[in-house]
């Protein structure tokens, strides 16, 4: 029997309820309103964008248990978690739990006591859980980071492939799957594989206008990243370092510095992992330095911003860790770091890389990355460009932007390069041609008799970091090609010629040698006008005394974005609370008094108004 239609004031009337929120984000509606029809749908959104509810609710409204994939058991926990504290029948089923809480779960599933359940791919495919599922009212199926079904996309995992076998064998269930990362290729097969042909394609963009994205050219990036977190003491952030050994070296270094950081990386015990983990999502640690297994998992609506230490392998890396920043839509900075060696590094991963058409894959998806880092025009039209997505102007909060590079005329500089790289043969890596035009006077040049080329210090009158800059830049723009087979060495290529020749005029943008990238300090809510800073710090404090009695993390609460709101508007009452984004009729019941009386305490202080 199908499930009966469903008004679209019910929707709302949960939207509300349930979860807290006055309205849907662009897509929400329509997606949601489909599946709780019975329709298939591909939903590409952004981190933060609101996936989840698009299964969420429609789970909550058809016959039955929602069946969640999911590929991290910290992921799932989250998940249910928040789910719980909103008054949601939710659990999930994976290798954390013993033999009783799994019988338990199993149990309540049978019982149809769940409105949703999260399970990992491999327990959902293992002996006889599929069979189990035959026997329980399923509501929908739900795919979460569907992209991992794809070998085109950057997190391919053989396990998700195995789930084209759903929708053959729950025919009349909705299928969805959601993914925040995926260009054209990754989409067409999970389209293929999940057998979602027939299936509403929803794509919201990639676009999140609240982060800042930014760039440095790598120059002593401990320091750098220390003046970064200078005055945001108390935001939270993610450091990404390409190596374990560097994640502990930074996190040693910070700790030291008397900032509370800790290192994340799959080197350590599940335990130390997990208390890391958890002591990031309760607000006890500001700082996670971590390899890329950091992250996937991490729900946490207030991380105020993302560091690369070191330069992703992929821009779907890139933008899937800056996404974990302002998940709650409050204007947050992601900053890379950007060193030529760490391109060089890159390529000789890929290059151990034994099948071909993987390396290739790899290599076309660095050298997107390398041009994103490199680019001298808005950043973020270039990053929606790599997913197709097509940016009208400048987007006004990036580095490019706001401190547009300047242009010079780089022919003559350009020249010096040029001809150094020929003079030293057409042999050495970038280091060593900085040195002979800077007139580096080493026991390595002279033994090399390149203190007596015409080009040694003829670019005496430039820091390292110019040259640098500049070689890099004629990389960019094909002048010059590093051999990454033969150490890197840098080669002129045909195009260099007429450059060389004087037949052609170049401009280049000027080195960027900031040393530190401007962006929010604290939360604003830029966009709904002021709130009071001094509330909202009373109100944190309340949220983290609550959070911890429960041994929960503080945004399980509420997140950020509502407590600017309370800081803004004052609620003074149940009714005034509940207009409150985030704040559900569940969490009402179990905190508005609190927060209501650290409003009114704080009120009585400090004068209302």
């Not at 029809?37 to 698009?54: E, I, N, Q, R, W």
């Not at 590094?345 to 034994?354: M, P, S, V």
């Not at 290739?360 to 490199?374: P, T």
Request: glycine share 10%; hydrophobic share 40%.
């Amino acid at each position: 029997m199908p499930d009966p239609y469903i008004p679209t004031a019910a929707i709302h009337e949960t939207l509300r309820r349930v979860f807290g929120y006055d309205a849907f984000r662009p897509h929400q509606q329509a997606i949601i309103e489909g599946v709780i029809g019975g329709d298939d749908a591909f939903v590409l959104m952004p981190t933060g964008g609101g996936k989840s509810l698009c299964y969420q609710i429609p789970a909550l409204h058809r016959r039955g248990v929602g069946i969640v994939v999911s590929p991290l058991i910290s992921l799932m926990k989250d998940q249910v978690d928040a789910l719980l504290a909103n008054g949601v029948a939710a659990a999930c089923y994976n290798s954390s739990l013993d033999g009783d809480a799994a019988r338990d779960v199993l149990a309540r599933l049978h019982a149809g006591a769940l409105d949703l359940l999260y399970v990992s791919p491999e327990r959902l495919l293992s002996d006889g859980f599929l069979d189990r599922l035959d026997d329980v009212d399923v509501a929908l199926l739900a795919i979460d980071e569907a992209h991992c079904v794809s070998q085109w996309g950057h997190d391919f995992r053989p396990e998700y492939a195995a789930l084209g076998v759903l929708r053959e064998r729950f025919g009349g269930v909705p299928l969805i799957a959601l993914t925040a990362t995926a260009d054209a290729q990754t989409r067409d097969d999970i389209v293929r594989v999940l057998g979602l042909g027939a299936a509403a394609h929803h794509v919201s963009g990639f676009d999140r206008p609240n982060i800042r994205y930014a760039v440095l050219d790598k120059h002593k990036p401990y320091e750098q990243l220390r003046r970064f977190l200078d005055g945001r003491d108390g935001q939270a952030g993610i450091v990404y370092a390409l190596s374990r050994k560097k994640v502990e070296e930074i996190a040693g270094r910070l700790h030291a510095d008397g900032v509370r950081a800790a290192a994340y990386h799959a080197g350590f015990a599940a335990a130390q992992r997990a208390a890391v983990q958890e002591a990031f999502l309760r607000d006890e640690l500001q700082v996670v330095v971590a390899t890329v297994a950091f992250g996937m998992g991490i729900d946490k609506p207030n991380v105020r911003f993302v560091v690369h230490y070191d330069l992703p392998r992929h821009v779907e890396g890139y933008y899937q860790e800056t996404g974990r920043a302002g998940r709650d839509g409050l204007p947050s900075d992601a900053l890379l770091l950007y060193g030529a060696q760490d391109v060089v590094t890159a390529r000789r991963l890929i290059d151990g890389n034994q099948n071909p058409q993987q390396q290739r894959i790899e290599q076309h998806k660095l050298n997107a990355m390398v041009a994103l880092a490199e680019a001298v025009t808005c950043r973020r039209r270039v990053l929606l460009g790599y997913f197709g997505e097509a940016l009208n102007e400048d987007c006004g909060n990036c580095d490019v932007c706001d401190d547009p590079p300047e242009q010079f005329g780089a022919t003559v500089e350009a020249q010096k390069a040029l001809s150094c790289i020929y003079r030293v043969g057409q042999r050495f890596g970038i280091k060593h041609v900085i040195d002979v035009l800077r007139g580096a006077d080493t026991e390595r040049i002279r033994s090399l008799g390149h203190d007596r080329l015409t080009t040694h210090g003829i670019g005496a009158d430039h820091g390292e970091q110019v040259w640098a800059s500049i070689i890099r830049q004629l990389i960019h723009h094909g002048f010059v090609e590093q051999d990454i087979a033969n150490y890197s060495v840098l080669k002129l290529t045909p195009a260099a010629r007429p450059l060389l020749r004087g037949e052609l005029q170049l401009q280049l943008a000027r080195p960027r040698v900031k040393e530190a990238a401007r962006g929010s300090r604290r939360p604003k809510a830029a966009a709904d006008g002021p709130y009071d800073e001094r509330l909202f710090e009373e109100l944190r404090r309340v949220r983290k005394s609550l959070a911890d009695a429960e041994g929960k993390p503080p945004y399980i609460v509420f997140g950020d974005a509502t407590l600017v709101q309370m800081a803004r508007d004052k609620p003074s009452d149940d009714e005034s609370l509940l207009a409150i984004n985030g704040v559900g009729r569940h969490k009402l019941q179990k905190y508005g008094g609190d927060f209501l009386d650290a409003i009114a305490a704080y009120q009585s202080e400090n004068g209302a108004g």
